[in-house]
């Protein structure tokens, strides 16, 4: 049968399989390679890494904005502390949570959408946040805020966008759920289930260029051109800055995508690409059962 899987780390690693409607034309995925790779030794203290401690400020800040008494619970994040840490903080100290592990996926939605609220109205500073404005707030000296947060590998910046990194992250969490929760529950019309999905992707995306800034001009062309070609939905996939982009295409549009890519994005950019790689650079996949094992018993698979 065809699925989806649902992969949750906290409290523990499990993973949950959905099953993907059928439709007329049939949801095809086209995953299509932008032959962009981030130099990580270059660019990840302003990229990767930055990223990283932007998310853990933001946790700690909005933290001390909205009052919470206890530390943000450990984790195994690189720097120990988390936007799903504070979640769980909050809840659970404001709200009387007893255990936010057990909240239901209905009721952990709505702190989700509750928490990109309260991100807008506790980080206002659009253009970002200082380390003398961060310490003040967390109060700690810059020193410990080096020391804390900056230490374990290389950062670059002057500013740090706490409010549009928290945002991508909250929001991204809620499309996850709203994605899995077409694919459980799925609109009458069949027609419009595929157009919802791929719009969760364009959001997607839109939020990976503006909130957390890991697209390229690379990987926004490959969406765009997937769109006009008829695709429902396109993002990128992976860390970003370059790499994979994933795109939501019915079945019959296929191979007018491919044929926009090939003459849009792959012949004009990479003149000289040969026929071997233009072959590989665009993979046709359909939701599948995934890995599986087959025991055989004598003359019988079980």
């Known amino acids: 049968m065809?699925?989806?899987?649902?992969?949750?780390?906290?409290?523990?690693?499990?993973a949950r399989a959905i099953q993907f409607p059928s439709t007329k034309p049939e949801m095809v995925f086209l995953i299509a390679q932008s032959f962009v790779a981030a130099d990580k030794h270059v660019t990840a203290p302003v990229c990767y890494n930055l990223r990283v401690v932007e998310c853990s400020l933001a946790a700690a800040v909005l933290a001390k904005k909205l009052g919470l008494k206890r530390d943000l619970p450990q984790d195994a994040g690189p720097l120990a502390v988390s936007l799903r840490g504070l979640q769980d903080a909050y809840f659970e100290e404001k709200e009387g949570?007893?255990?936010?592990?057990?909240?239901?996926?209905?009721d952990f939605e709505q702190q989700?959408?509750?928490?990109?609220?309260?991100?807008?109205?506790?980080?206002?500073?659009?253009?970002?946040?200082?380390?003398?404005?961060i310490s003040e707030i967390l109060g700690m000296s810059v020193n410990q805020l080096n020391e804390r947060y900056m230490s374990k590998f290389s950062v670059r910046a002057e500013r740090f966008l706490l409010r549009q990194r928290a945002l991508h992250v909250f929001t991204e969490a809620v499309r996850v759920l709203d994605f899995m929760s077409l694919l459980s529950s799925p609109p009458g019309d069949a027609e419009s289930l595929p157009r919802q999905l791929g719009s969760i992707l364009n959001e997607t995306q839109k939020s990976c260029r503006e909130q957390y800034d890991c697209s390229c001009p690379e990987l926004d062309e490959l969406c765009e051109l997937a769109l006009k070609a008829g695709a429902y939905g396109s993002r990128l996939t992976g860390a970003g800055w370059g790499g994979c982009s994933v795109h939501l295409?019915?079945?019959?549009?296929?191979d007018a995508v491919k044929e926009a890519w090939e003459t849009e994005y792959y012949r004009k950019r990479f003149p000289?690409?040969?026929?071997?790689?233009?072959?590989?650079?665009?993979?046709?996949?359909?939701?599948g059962s995934g890995s599986?094992?087959?025991?055989i018993t004598g003359a019988e698979v079980v």
């Open 2 to 14: 065809d699925h989806a899987l649902y992969v949750s780390f906290k409290p523990s690693l499990t």
């Open 97 to 106: 949570v007893k255990d936010n592990d057990k909240t239901s996926v209905l």
């Open 112 to 133: 989700l959408k509750a928490l990109v609220k309260m991100t807008k109205d506790n980080l206002g500073q659009m253009d970002g946040y200082t380390r003398e404005e």
């Open 272 to 287: 000289e690409i040969s026929e071997e790689k233009l072959a590989e650079a665009v993979v046709v996949s359909k939701p």
């Open 292 to 295: 599986c094992i087959f025991r």
């Open 249 to 254: 295409v019915p079945e019959d549009k296929v």
